[in-house]
């Protein structure tokens, strides 16, 4: 019924606006003519048509070129249409007949961002704040921030942050983000000042005291980390994030025992919780206690979803994979659906731990009998190899114990001509064949992880997915060497070609087709 309605009001307009003008009264004309043109546009919107919708919202403008509204109503079908250049013109020219209209500098900021255009977008919030400093609000001050730092622009970020700060002092996610700002630039001390003086301003705040926690951990005073997330814990006995971090840090003061008490009174209260038995188990397992670590591992594992972790037994005696699952299923995923149809995916990991990324791959991505992973590995630990022993499809792995970094410069330069019994259809490497490439970014020096990120990159294929292993590590020794110094240097090295789509403890980065480059 409705749809009929739909059709009815579209004849009849299409009627209207199809009629010839009178020469004697060209202004009514022109308005009814824009009218009736945009009443149709919205009807098609309404239907589902939405590219029939632009067009007839195009002819709108031909006898009224500087009506505003109209620009304004282009911009809002062309972002239906997902035509983000058009809309963006229509943006603009709005703006160009109405200069005061904030919502239109919000809407061509976020299309901006859409598009990745982070210098215009920044440009744009700059414009809103100089044509109306009544919108110069804390909000505002803080959305521009956030472009510049996305931008590089660091120095610019932090001013913002900063006149955020001073415009509304209790705006946390602004100090919460200068704070992470200093950090980003090597200034610890600036933060743990910066959060200091927050504390003292709302002690009653478990997250300010979560937050100075982590500034003293990777400042490197553990014993200031641990009494800030205990605070954190004694005013919200809820806050999990407060949790890992003192479990972190009791880890690396090597209190076994406390870990192990702490994880079983939060499962106790709590129930189920993965990151709960993942330090319960990394903690056992140091203690000589590998049968419930193992245990332990597996349960993690199978509260993310991954059942066959402890269906085949796999063994991980110290592991955080569990919590990167949620990360890679939302990144890798899409990448074999629908299995029927899509072309045989490739994998390649570099380097092999105890094997529990590979053994995922394998059970939950690969799952075409044609699917492949070939595993590059200088080393391969007793863990690695029972649990790879317990695959369902063993076939579907290829394993090479080699330098990884001297096997991608032997791709590169003449192809793998290895031989063995599966070169064709596993080990046969060129060029752009793989979809996925993972990194274990912590074995070895940044100079050396960049080397491996530099010669991996022509072997993925545009649309694939890289990932770094450990975008925070950094040996405590060598404070000089750090894996974020190398990825960062990779990446740079890429930016045209690559899109990062996450940035944690983890990196995850795409490659641009030519089209997107």
């Not at 009178?22 to 009807?43: E, F, G, H, K």
């Not at 109209?70 to 603009?92: M, P, T």
């Not at 859409?114 to 920044?122: L, P």
């Not at 006149?163 to 610890?188: M, N």
Request: include cysteine.
């Amino acid at each position: 019924m409705l749809t009929q309605h739909l059709i009815d009001a579209l004849a009849t307009c299409e009627s209207i606006a199809l009629q010839p003008a009178p020469a004697d009264n060209l202004v009514l004309i022109d308005r009814d003519w824009m009218d009736a043109c945009q009443t149709v546009s919205n009807i098609l919107v309404s239907m589902g048509l939405v590219q029939e919708s632009c067009r007839w919202q195009t002819m709108a403008l031909d006898p009224s070129p500087n009506i505003a509204t109209v620009y304004a109503h282009s911009g809002r079908v062309y972002i239906s249409c997902e035509d983000w250049q058009q809309a963006i013109y229509f943006c603009k020219r709005t703006l160009e007949l109405q200069p005061d209209n904030t919502n239109m500098y919000c809407r061509l900021a976020r299309l901006y961002n859409h598009v990745g255009d982070y210098k215009a977008e920044s440009q744009t919030i700059h414009a809103l704040l100089q044509q109306q400093p009544e919108q110069a609000t804390a909000d505002g001050h803080y959305q521009l921030a956030t472009v510049m730092e996305q931008h590089g622009l660091l120095d610019q970020a932090m001013e913002c942050y900063q006149s955020a700060i001073a415009t509304d002092a209790t705006f946390l996610t602004a100090y919460y983000a200068l704070g992470e700002l200093f950090s980003t630039r090597g200034e610890q001390a600036k933060t743990i000042e910066l959060l200091q003086s927050l504390t003292q301003q709302l002690p009653e705040e478990a997250m300010v005291h979560y937050r100075l926690g982590r500034a003293y951990r990777q400042g490197g005073d553990l014993e200031a980390a641990l009494s800030s997330f205990r605070a954190a814990l004694k005013l919200d006995s809820e806050l999990h994030w407060a949790y890992m971090g003192m479990l972190n840090v009791l880890l690396q003061l090597e209190q076994w025992a406390e870990v192990v008490e702490v994880c079983r009174g939060v499962l106790h209260f709590e129930g189920e919780l993965p990151w709960a038995y993942c330090f319960m188990g990394n903690a056992l397992a140091q203690q000589g206690n590998i049968a419930e670590a193992r245990t332990c591992h597996q349960q993690a594992f199978v509260l993310r979803g991954w059942e066959q972790c402890a269906e085949r037994g796999y063994e991980f005696g110290h592991t955080w994979f569990s919590e990167s699952i949620s990360l890679w299923e939302r990144h890798l995923l899409p990448l074999n659906e629908p299995v029927a149809t899509r072309p045989p995916l490739r994998a390649l990991s570099l380097g092999s731990g105890d094997g529990s990324r590979v053994c995922w791959l394998m059970d939950t991505l690969l799952r075409s009998p044609t699917d492949r992973l070939l595993c590059i590995t200088a080393d391969m630990s007793q863990h690695f190899q029972q649990n790879i022993a317990r695959l369902s499809e063993p076939d579907k792995l290829v394993l090479r114990t080699a330098d990884p970094l001297a096997q991608l410069e032997a791709f590169n330069s003449q192809g793998d001509r290895q031989s063995d019994k599966r070169s064709d259809e596993a080990a046969d490497t060129k060029p752009a064949q793989f979809d996925i490439i993972y990194l274990q970014s912590h074995l070895k020096t940044s100079d050396y992880l960049k080397a491996l990120a530099t010669q991996a990159w022509p072997l993925l294929q545009p649309g694939g997915v890289m990932i770094f292993k450990d975008y925070q590590w950094q040996n405590p020794e060598q404070p000089e060497q750090a894996s974020k110094i190398g990825i960062d240097d990779f990446l740079e090295s890429v930016a045209v070609q690559a899109s990062v789509l996450h940035r944690s403890h983890q990196v995850i980065v795409s490659k641009k087709g030519e089209q997107d480059a």
